[in-house]
């Protein structure tokens, strides 16, 4: 009798278990973002969330950390802060982030580029292979990269200024014939004023020393990733900063002075 029931507790609690699996599955095409760009373009930089939490919603993304210190870039359930001196560190399970968009990794589409192209050529590329412009995309290019440029930027003092202001202090970062990988996301356009619409993307190098947020570069030969995401979960910071915040206003082109 007490076989009996053990054997059905392990057949239950099996049953749980697998249950539980396809349930977190289920869950992984999520986009999870913390706070909107317009709160970060008018300058609430205080970290919010941590990448302990972070790390829960993602293995894969971008971001930036407390205070603009910098541009995060997660893979393969890695965080890096690149700091304004061009080098990549480990994060922190502690630290915060006022912004971070993530999802877990899972390739829906791969494909490769073997010819020498820019920043542009591969915007038109990735958009003439996707089947929509309405869903969320997370984007890994794995490969040889011609030219990189790159920036980042130094950490604020508070009263912080807009981002328009920080992003004039943006070290800029040249690389030339280098391996690495590039991570970021296309999202559409109606995600304007809540994320980056378009093609955001952020770069580190192979053996994960230096990189920063994409401004330009020419593909050498690259293998491409798509994840087809279809889910979206936004964290907004319960704080008096966000609360006090005009996000009426349309900001556009400040975020394409600072993008590109
Ligand atoms: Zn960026």
Redesign the pocket.
Known sequence: MIKRASFLIIVISLALFFFGCSNLHKNRDVLYQTSTINALLEGVYDGDITFHTVKEHGDFG?GTFHALDG?MIALDGHFYQIKSDGRAYPVDASMKTPFAVVTFFEPDQTTSIDKQIDYKDLEGYLDSILPTENIFYAIRLKGTFSYIKARSVPKQNKPYPPLVEAAKHQKIFEFHDVKGIIVGFRLPQYMKGINVPGY?L?FITDDRKAGG?LLACTIKSVQVEIDYTNKFHMVLPEKDAFYNLDLTKDKHNQLDKIEK
Request: proline share 0%; no cysteine.
């Open positions: 971008l541009e955001h952020h947020h």
